[in-house]
């Protein structure tokens, strides 16, 4: 009596917690991808919001950075607002109105959304800006005139052509002061590395209009560098840097000229004398500073709020997916652990019943139960070989111990004489008995894995000649004629591999156990063939194999007899004894040792003409 199931491992209860685990699970997954989807739309919209932002600094900054006040900045701050649909409002340090998009009346948000001042700008939407602070488009005094911006136009053309010359394909960029520079791809190619026969230095060259700026701007750091220099005030001063797409401006260290070096300290301290000293020479030329508002009144960050209603809704949802997931599992499950319970029954049923399931569906349930129902009949098949087995076995160790002990009996009592001819049928009856327990060692040994074959170079004519020679006495002596041939083929391998000159075929296996295997099918042909008959022993090379045909014209083989002849004590003829009919375990001894050597053994047959067995090995070659 088996003891029931306990409630938490049933199919069914596991079944139903796994699906209820799977569908929580859904509904929690379905319900965070639906806020994460909507924090995600909100956040899209928030970075829309900034993007628009920084758009709109950056244009009030470039109008700042090319005018020296915000007179004239009412209508920038107007279309800005009609294509952003936002309000925008400047006002000085002191919220004293200078543009909006509104009506003066209406309130301006508590806190300004960015200060707008060229020369101290926090947009770096622009190159440049990020090392300095300073918007590129402040160019103040550095702007050229029309004469030196076509002048210098002029030069970037030549220069563009020698590069393309010279294999470098290059454009021609304008930047805010006017000044014509090349670039490529990657940036400005002035600086980098420009083919030998343009490095005439003429487009670099600050022109008339830069030599004063600069001039000046070396004044307005004059002081600062000195400081920054110490005792060598000449190691520091300001020039233009034409390798940016922007305008620059960066101190200028004499290192080469007076062999002495710079600190980075003093490097560093020089360049903020030279952007100081710019801000002061840009001072005139830009708008002041002032604040900017956007949109009306403080924003407050989106956030996704869910009412009763819907949480209610929610609820609901969530509750029905579970019943519904449920009622299905409970359906599915019922359906699936009946026919489980069906082969669970029959499998606890006693051995000797062999009972067997019905098959009511095509799945994988139908599937096992079609795999049990032949378990059930190979094992019953199994059970009857396994008593046919000890019965014959019995019958195979009795017959020679009985004669054995029958004899030694009268011996021992007097009757008989143990002469030289009661001796040698004691030694017949012997050699029986071990050669029995010998194929069943071997056959256990095969069973087991443990047979073990000392493999060699074997040439098939050889062996052919040795099982010949074994069996020819007794083979004529039961008026048997016995034949050998071997097919000779082209490109034949030796024992070294090299191939053999005659064509004759070479395996590796174990000779003496293939000896015994062609043994067997000698001695069983001679024994089911009459006397006149034939049996012939042939070799051939058939694609990778070596095949080996045992045939004789023996009494045959019936077709319904074909698939038993190679199980253990099988006789065509049931009635025969065990001397004329031998022990039943030689064909099965001979599948054993030809599957050991990687190999395979076939039989065809046909009652009143003969039998051939056939057996494939590797060739060596």
């Known amino acids: 009596m088996t003891r029931p199931i306990p409630l938490r491992k049933r199919l069914l209860v596991r079944l139903l917690i796994t699906s209820v685990l799977i569908a929580i699970c859904s509904v929690a997954a379905t319900a965070w991808l639906a806020v994460e ?7 899209e919209e928030q970075g829309q919001v900034l993007t628009e932002d920084m758009d709109i600094l950056r244009q009030l900054s470039g109008y700042a950075a090319t005018h020296r006040d915000w007179s004239d900045v009412g209508k920038t701050v107007r279309a800005l607002s009609d294509r952003t649909g936002r309000r925008i409002a400047l006002t000085a340090p002191d919220r004293t109105p200078i543009a909006d998009s509104e009506t003066r009346d209406t309130a301006l948000p508590p806190r300004a959304a960015a200060a707008v001042d060229p020369l101290h700008t926090d947009t770096f939407t622009e190159p440049g800006a990020q ?14 005139p029309r004469a030196e911006r076509e002048r210098v136009r002029l030069l970037a053309e030549k220069r563009r052509a020698c590069f393309s010359i010279n294999g470098v394909e290059t454009t021609i960029t304008q930047m805010a002061s006017g000044r014509s520079v090349l670039v490529d791809e990657d940036g400005t190619v002035d600086g980098g590395q420009v083919p030998t026969p343009c490095a005439d230095g003429l487009l670099n060259t600050p022109t008339a209009t830069e030599e004063k700026a600069l001039t000046e701007l070396n004044t307005y750091a004059g002081d600062c560098l000195k400081g920054v220099g110490g005792k060598f005030p000449s190691l520091f001063a300001a020039t233009v840097d034409f390798t940016d797409r ?25 360049q903020e004398c030279v952007d100081r000293a710019r801000r002061q020479q840009l001072e005139p030329y830009v708008a002041p500073a002032a604040e900017l508002f956007l949109g009306r009144g403080d924003s407050a960050v989106p956030h996704f709020d869910m009412s009763a209603a819907n949480k209610a809704k929610v609820t609901g949802v969530a509750g029905l997916v579970l019943a519904l997931t449920v009622a299905v599992t409970v359906l599915v499950a019922t359906r699936l652990v009946r026919p489980l319970r069906a082969l669970t029954h029959a499998a606890q049923q006693p051995p000797e019943q062999h009972v067997r399931v019905p098959v009511t569906t095509q799945d994988e349930t139908g599937i096992l139960a079609v795999a049990f129902n032949d378990l059930a009949d190979r094992r019953e098949r199994m059970e009857a070989q396994r008593k046919a087995m000890v019965a014959d076995i019995a019958h195979e160790l009795r017959t020679p111990l009985t004669n054995i002990r029958g004899w030694l009996e009268v011996t021992r009592d007097g009757v008989v004489d143990p002469d030289p001819e009661l001796l040698a049928s004691l030694h017949d009856e012997a050699v029986v008995l071990q ?38 006495v007794a083979a004529e002596g039961a008026g048997v004629r016995l034949h050998m041939s071997v097919a000779a083929s082209q490109g034949s391998h030796g024992s070294d591999g090299s191939g053999d000159s005659d064509g004759t075929p070479w395996l590796d296996a174990d000779p003496v156990r293939m000896r015994q295997a062609l043994g067997n099918l000698v001695s069983n042909a001679i024994r089911h063939t009459p006397a006149d008959g034939t049996i012939t022993l042939s070799c051939r090379r058939q694609d990778d194999e070596v095949v080996f045909e045992v045939a004789d014209t023996g009494s045959g083989i019936a077709p319904e007899d074909l698939p038993s002849v190679f199980e253990r004590f099988w006789r065509a003829e049931k009635s025969r004894s065990r ?14 040792l030809v599957t050991a050597h990687g190999g395979t053994v076939t039989v065809t047959s046909e009652l009143g003409t003969g039998s051939v067995f056939t057996l494939r090995l590797p060739d060596a070659g």
């Open 37 to 43: 989807t909507t924090t995600r739309a909100i956040q």
């Open 131 to 144: 090392r300095t602070g300073i918007d590129p488009r402040a160019v103040g005094p550095f702007r050229l």
């Open 246 to 270: 922007s305008m620059l401006t960066r101190y200028l260290g004499r290192k080469a000229e007076t062999g002495i070096d710079t600190t980075r300290d003093q490097d560093k301290k020089a």
């Open 435 to 472: 050669r029995v327990i010998d194929d069943l060692q071997d056959l256990a040994a095969a069973d087991a894995g443990t047979l073990r074959l000392h493999r060699e170079p074997v040439r098939a004519d050889e062996l052919l000649e040795q099982v010949v020679a074994a069996h020819r």
């Open 579 to 592: 001397r004329t009919g031998g022990s039943g375990l030689g064909l099965s001894i001979v599948r054993q």
